[in-house]
Nanobody, 128 residues
Framework: QLQLVESGGGLVQPGGSLRLSCVAS????????IGWFRQAPGKEREGVSC????????NYANPVSGRFTISRDNANNAVYLQMNGLKPEDTGVYYC?????????????????????WGKGTLVTVSS
């Protein structure tokens, strides 16, 4: 089982930016696709973005397309989510998750499927 730890959340004003980090241990990161998910208060968890094991393919949920960018640094066992143009509706606990090699994507929520290993989350609050 891959262990995942998220960091980088915080309070930001609408239109601002944050960069989230997901650091993995217990496995070789280039064996795993990594996805970012979020859960707003009172709502179901939904997928945000996913990147395959070598970083050759990335996908984004429609609500964040054009504003968020996922990237990875396998040498440092890390995956990042750069979030720009943040909106209040982006508020929630953000989780990273792993599955072998490839992302499973669809055009409707939850957008990404069949993740196996999960971190405990980092809180992002977008408010003025």
């Amino acid at each position: 089982q891959l262990q995942l730890v998220e960091s980088g959340g915080g309070l930001v004003q609408p239109g601002g930016s944050l960069r989230l980090s997901c650091v993995a241990s217990g496995g070789t990161l280039d064996d795993y696709a990594i996805g970012w998910f979020r859960q707003a208060p009172g709502k179901e968890r939904e997928g945000v973005s996913c990147i395959n094991n070598f970083g050759t393919s990335s996908n984004y949920a429609n609500p964040v397309s054009g504003r968020f960018t996922i990237s990875r640094d396998n040498a440092n066992n890390a995956v990042y989510l750069q979030m720009n143009g943040l909106k209040p509706e982006d508020t929630g606990v953000y989780y990273c998750a792993a599955r072998p090699r490839f992302c499973y994507y669809s055009d409707s929520p939850p957008y990404f499927h069949d993740m196996e290993d999960w971190g405990k989350g980092t809180l992002v609050t977008v408010s003025s």
